[in-house]
């Protein structure tokens, strides 16, 4: 990996810059996890939002709205977090999003926290998503291996997802557990791949970045496994 590297990457960078880095990047991943579980904290205990996110949870095509709303906001925070003129505007990205996925997940998690009132759904599907994540991190860190060849697979997957959730809103079917399945492999492929280009094409101030890059994907898997467990129930 180093042999080959750009040398403005953090894969090109002296170790110490690199391992600065890395320190960072994963610590505004863990904060932005627990901004997320805070913000959806609050919101539970809001009568108003679990009013607004359960008529969510129940509205077919109205999901098509927010489906929309929240690639706009995407990309808006993104282009934010990759800011090179201001930290304060990085820092605005990162939390925009965090704000947007804990808007989004809301009806979901109102939906499992009332299948186990405990909220074992979620507790199980939170801890299979930081194992599965670590694992993928320790194979990109391991093997040092450059994963940009799996650009072209998010791509076209990442439109035909979109085209079969779409179709699913409109004609109002259920998707089902072979597409989350499928969903959770295709978020795994994009740790795999946002893990290893934060390394080879993000540059050691862009940290902020990193961590929103990183932080979507495992909201991504997150989504995803939970619906499996709760498919279960």
Partial sequence: M????????????VP????????????????????FV????????????VNLGMAMATSGKGWLIV?????????IANHWAMSDTSKGLQYAGLGLFIVAEAIIFLPLLLVAQQMTP????????????????????ATVFITKKDFSFLRGFLVIGGF??????????????????WFSAAMVLFASVAILYKTSNIMHHYRTEQHVAAALALFASVALL????LRIFMSRR
């Fill in 160 to 177: 035909v997802a979109i085209g079969v959730i779409v179709v699913g809103l409109i004609f109002g079917f259920e998707l089902g557990t």
């Fill in 67 to 75: 489906l929309g709303a929240f690639m706009v906001v995407s990309w």
């Fill in 16 to 35: 110490e810059e690199r391992a600065g880095f890395i320190r960072r990047t994963y610590a505004h991943l863990a904060l932005a996890i627990l901004a």
């Fill in 38 to 49: 805070g913000i959806e904290f609050l919101l539970f205990q809001i009568p108003a939002a």
């Fill in 222 to 225: 997150f989504w995803y496994i």
């Fill in 118 to 137: 405990g909220g074992e759904l979620i507790g199980q599907a939170g801890v299979a998503t930081l194992f599965v994540f670590a694992g993928l991190t």
């Fill in 2 to 13: 180093e042999q080959y590297a750009n040398p403005y990457s953090v894969a090109g960078a």
